[in-house]
Each structure stands twice: as structure tokens, then as C-alpha cells.
């Protein structure tokens, strides 16, 4: 997640695109997204830098009045989404942006085009947000505005029940002592979850961590570990995203190893994306204390 805390003192600049299946019918995920957060969007009052066709949907479902502040890139088959791959890794803040929404339909093959592969990577690199369901966009942009001090959207108030919600939390080998150390320093708000669920080593790491801080039986248990990742774990969790269980995911990747099971970490994320309204996919570890703080925020304290 991040807009760190010095950008949340400035207007934050949000990449927006959404796949075809989400653009055209009047209950899209792109109407929904605006027509949902339009108080966090009121709020935040972001500039919105918008690929081609996205733009022409939001003018066409007459919801420009909810991004006033917006650029226009071209058509995707005209660079459109090439160019904001470039303006995620840009150091200028007058060009760079600091989050991207790609709401992605998971049956287009656009998703998978070299593009849009590179952007989330970008991303990930980068330390900014890639948020590619409609229910990850939604929160971020609910949490963004909670940092303002905004009134909360009392309609997400239940995905804020943690002790009805379950959580995963995925690792790539060089990422594990940084989410053990998240894990650490969150242990109370990941405590208060009903289920976690992690795969592989992660798994084991985690128990080993909750047995040091709750006693060796009480964190016997603390986190129900799957398969590893090349064996199939992501494969077992991603049942769970389909089937509702788990909402949330925290999943901090690697970007700069070549990864031999690929295939299954994106049938993870193509889970989420089949549940967009449900399910949350985080990968950026840069930006993973602050969402992680504010998610705890947000529970404790929400304001009417």
C-alpha cells in the first residue's frame, strides 16, 4: 500500500484503468468503485491519470463529476498502459504516480499482455500500491481518506470484523524475514483475525513466532500452513479466496528472481480477481506497515 507519510500531505496521483468486463454495464466494477468511494475520493481529491477507453466509460456512465482532477492517457492499444508503467518508476512527483487501480477481469487476455505484467512488477519494485480487484481499490482509497481524518463509509464497517475474517500471508524466500518482522510488529491487529493461513516455510516461521510471543501451545496453531508454493499452496488458498474465506492477502513477492512456479501465483491473484468485490491482494512490502496500521486503525476507531 503506500503513500508514505509524506505524500499523504499532498494530493496523491492515482493510475486508473479497468478491462472492458469492467467498464461497460451500469453496475461494473468501475461504476461501483466510484460511486462507492465518492466520499474517499471527495476527500482525497486525487489526480487521475485515466487509460483511453476507461476515461470514455466513466464519461459515458456520467461520473466525471467524481475525478474532476484528471489526465487522460491514450488508448491501451496505443501505449496507453506502456506510458504508465513509465510514470509509476518516475522520480519527478509531478509525474509520477503513487498508486495504480487496474481492475482486472480475469478471463481477458489483455491482463496478461507484457504491460500490464510490467506494471504491477513496477509496482511492486517501486513500493506502490497495485490494486486490482474492486474490494483492494475500495479499501485503500476508504483507509487513504481515514489517514485525513475523513468520516468512515459505514457500508465497509464489516470487513473491519476481524474475528469473522481470515487472512493469508505468502512470502517469497528473500521476503520472509521482512514478514516475520511485519508479522512482529502487527501481531496484535493479525491476532485478532479468526483464521490465518500461510504457505510453506512462511507457515512455520509465523507458529514459531507466535509460540515465542503467546507460549509454546497457544502458538502452536497460530497459522494454518498449507503447501509450499511450488507444491501447490497457493493452489490450496486460492480455494479458500473462491469459496469467501479469506478476504484479505498479503503477499510479499520477490520481483527480482525467476520464479519456476509462476503459473500458481497467478492463479492466486486470478482467484482474488474471480471475487473482486471480496477479496484483497497486497504485494508491495514498502507499503505493507502502513496498511497494516491503518487496517488496525480503522477497526479501533471508526468514525460515524
Known sequence: MTANLTASARRLRIGLIANRGH????????????????????TLQPELIVVGRTLDAIISHGLLEYCPAHERFPYGREGGLMKLVSRVVDSDPARSVDAVIYLIDPVDPSSIFPEALALKRQCVIHGKPFLSTLAAAREWLELEAYARQA???????????????????????????????????????????????A??????????LAQKI????????????????????????????????????LFLEDPHVARQHE??????????????????????????????????????????
Open 151 to 197: 468520516p468512515v463509509d459505514i457500508s465497509l464497517n464489516s470487513s473491519f470484523e476481524f474475528a469473522h475474517e481470515g487472512i493469508a500471508l505468502i512470502a517469497h524466500d528473500a521476503m520472509k524475514n521482512r514478514m516475520l518482522a511485519l508479522a512482529e510488529k502487527h501481531f496484535a491487529l493479525l491476532d485478532q483475525f479468526a483464521h490465518r493461513y
Open 23 to 42: 467498464q461497460d454495464a451500469a453496475d461494473s466494477a468501475l461504476v461501483q468503485l466510484l460511486r462507492g468511494a465518492q466520499a474517499a475520493l471527495h
Open 214 to 249: 503467546k507460549g509454546q501451545e497457544a502458538g502452536r496453531d497460530w497459522v494454518k500452513p498449507f503447501l509450499s508454493g511450488p507444491l501447490g499452496g497457493d493452489a490450496q488458498i486460492a480455494e479458500l479466496v473462491l469459496d469467501k474465506q479469506i478476504r484479505r492477502i
Open 263 to 304: 503459473a500458481d501465483i497467478q492463479l492466486l491473484e486470478r482467484a482474488a480477481r474471480t471475487v473482486t468485490g471480496y477479496s484483497t491482494v497486497i504485494s508491495d512490502a514498502d507499503g505493507s506497515d502502513r496498511w497494516l496500521s491503518l487496517l488496525a486503525q480503522r477497526a479501533a476507531h471508526p468514525r460515524s
Open 199 to 208: 504457505t510453506g516455510t512462511t507457515g512455520g516461521l509465523l507458529n514459531q
